[in-house]
């Protein structure tokens, strides 16, 4: 099992930034793939934002490239989301995302807030 505990969310004016953090705590294999996606207000499906895998290779939705930048401390099994010119609709809850020997595994959830 893992557990994946993030940190970071909150309310910012548009223009501004935050960080995300996702920190992996259990059984943590050193091939996976981490990421986060985003749930927007009004029902709307869990979307892909970013991901990045263990050669540190990422994938970014084209909604969010050149704003947000996605990497990870391995030896602090973490995963930072760091999101710059927040736009109203990043407002969104997002979901720290790790993938490892074939089983997903999802955080909790924070919300973030971009409004003025």
Same mark, same amino acid.
């Given at each position: 099992?893992?557990?994946?505990?993030?940190?970071?969310?909150?309310?910012?004016?548009?223009?501004?930034?935050?960080?995300?953090?996702?920190?992996?705590?259990?059984?943590?294999?050193?091939? %996976?793939?981490? @990421?986060?996606?985003?749930? =927007?207000?009004?029902? +709307?499906? #869990?979307?892909? /934002?970013?991901?990045? %895998?263990?050669? @540190?290779?990422?994938?970014? =939705?084209?909604?969010? +490239?050149? #704003?947000?930048? /996605?990497?990870?401390? %391995?030896?602090?099994?973490?995963?930072?989301?760091?999101?710059?010119?927040?736009?109203?609709?990043?407002?969104?809850?997002?979901?720290?995302?790790?993938?490892?020997?074939?089983?997903?595994?999802?955080?909790?959830?924070?919300?973030?807030?971009?409004?003025?």
């Amino acid at each position: 099992q893992v557990q994946l505990v993030e940190a970071g969310g909150g309310v910012v004016q548009p223009g501004g930034s935050l960080r995300l953090s996702c920190s992996a705590a259990g059984i943590i294999c050193s091939v %996976d793939v981490r @990421g986060w996606y985003r749930r =927007a207000p009004a029902g +709307k499906q #869990r979307e892909l /934002v970013a991901t990045i %895998d263990s050669t @540190g290779k990422t994938n970014y =939705a084209d909604s969010v +490239k050149g #704003r947000f930048t /996605v990497s990870r401390d %391995d030896a602090k099994n973490t995963v930072y989301l760091q999101m710059n010119t927040l736009k109203p609709e990043d407002t969104a809850v997002y979901y720290c995302y790790r993938q490892q020997s074939g089983a997903g595994y999802w955080g909790q959830g924070t919300q973030v807030t971009v409004s003025s």
